[in-house]
């Protein structure tokens, strides 16, 4: 299934910086940066567990948000893209 | 069901493969050109000068994902195993099978005939969607040919040689009329028979090329599974050959490798501009065709049909594990007999 992640994590501390870090951390280990807070993870519903629960382990919920979207896993026609950074397809054909 | 996963090429010269953290880093003219999370990668295929940290190399061992490596023409040069996974009494059901002359020749016979009615599919899909531009004729003859061999293979007596005798008179049968299949840019892409090795026209460029992809995809499957694809039955075993990754690859070739070609050809994807020969004679395919050739190969394993044995709907990339996991099976017990892949 395809899941956005976005998060907001208040940054203005040294403590903040290191939870912002290890947010990203998490994400990019399952997802893809399209945008500065945001990701897309092609997971399935085991790998969406382990995410989600590292995930809400490290944002301080006083301070932060997280949002999740749940695309479903027919979701290519409900996703577009506008402007530059235009990101890969991460189930299409990866060749570098 | 196992998710299809994706499968990573790396053909630019010069890059390096890191680990971070749980993702692979491809790093290029240093800048990361990409990075992507082990979980949704099923095996990295790198071509050429292409290097790989011994972390990532660690990494991919214990998730399971193959690395190989080959030149930057295709030919296979290595890949990366790690720790024997799997079970141990399979593998040795496996090995006692294949010492079994009788069991290793009604295994073989099954994937034969599927190969042989797979091939027969390919030529009947041309006289039906084609027939007026071929010699109908010729194609129809062969067809009726390899429907002769698989009355013969419905004996359960034939050893294995008699087996590999029947299915090299196929296999000359089928290419010999392969060239009819080839319905587009006819002057330039010329077929007249099977070579390799090195590979002397485009189009046997492009099935060997076809061909090692599928032997990459294949050789990852059977390793999931825990068997061991040194270990064929109808090819014997010899060092550094994969034999049953090639026994069971047989099923596919015409349905995945040959079909991609001609429509590669036929569709007029690639063209003459792409191959150079050289002094040998040996025909090479340069890095736009080849990168087109991945693209289509890539987009065909997403395709889905529906499984004629589970009747389970699978994507193209995910038959070699569905028929990795059904010889498993078979060996194990669990079934009767070893159901191959036949195309409707």
Request: glycine share 6%; charged share 25%.
């Amino acid at each position: 299934m395809f899941v956005v992640v976005s998060y907001d994590v208040a940054s203005d501390e040294r403590s903040g910086q290191r939870r912002l870090r290890r947010v990203a951390r998490a994400c990019q280990n399952f997802g893809q940066r399209v945008q500065y807070s945001v990701f897309e993870c092609i997971v399935d519903p085991a790998q969406w567990v382990l995410l989600k629960e590292r995930l809400i382990s490290e944002i301080d919920p006083k301070k932060d948000s997280l949002r999740f979207y749940y695309l479903g896993s027919n979701w290519h026609r409900r996703v577009e893209h506008v402007g530059t950074k235009k990101p890969i397809e991460q189930d299409g054909p990866l060749i570098i | 069901m196992k998710r299809h996963l994706n499968t990573l090429f790396v053909t630019t010269q010069g890059a390096y493969l890191s680990k971070d953290g749980e993702t692979v880093t491809i790093k290029a003219d240093g800048e990361v050109k990409l990075r992507v999370p082990i979980h949704t990668v099923g095996g990295i295929v790198c071509f050429g000068n292409v290097g790989c940290s011994p972390y990532l190399m660690g990494f991919c061992a214990e998730q399971g994902v193959s690395i190989s490596f080959l030149t930057e023409h295709g030919k296979f040069l290595a890949k990366v195993q790690g720790p024997v996974s799997g079970n141990v009494l399979l593998r040795r059901e496996q090995y006692r099978r294949a010492d079994n002359p009788e069991q290793s020749a009604n295994i073989a016979r099954m994937i034969l005939i599927a190969k042989i009615a797979n091939s027969r599919s390919v030529l009947r899909r041309l006289l039906r969607d084609h027939a007026s531009k071929v010699k109908t004729k010729t194609v129809d003859q062969a067809a009726q040919r390899l429907t002769a061999a698989i009355e013969r293979l419905q004996d359960t007596e034939l050893t294995l040689d008699t087996l590999r005798g029947i299915e090299g008179e196929t296999a000359s049968t089928y290419f010999g009329v392969f060239d009819n299949l080839i319905t587009a840019q006819k002057s330039n892409f010329i077929f007249d028979k099977r070579n390799r090795r090195p590979p002397l026209d485009k189009v046997n460029c492009l099935l060997s090329f076809v061909y090692t992809l599928l032997m990459h995809d294949m050789r990852a499957a059977l390793e999931v599974v825990g068997l061991d694809p040194a270990v064929g039955f109808l090819h014997r075993d010899r060092p550094g050959r994969y034999g049953l990754a090639l026994d069971l690859m047989e099923e596919f070739r015409p349905f995945l490798a040959d079909r991609l070609v001609l429509s590669l050809i036929n569709l007029r994807k690639v063209n003459e501009k792409g191959f150079m020969a050289k002094e040998s004679g040996a025909v090479w395919m340069d890095d736009e065709t080849r990168k087109t050739v991945l693209v289509a190969y890539q987009e065909r394993k997403q395709k889905e049909l529906i499984h004629p044995f589970l009747k389970e709907k699978v994507t193209l990339g995910l038959l070699p594990w569905v028929q990795a996991l059904l010889m498993a099976r078979y060996l194990r017990g669990d079934i009767d007999g070893y159901p191959p892949f036949v195309w409707k």
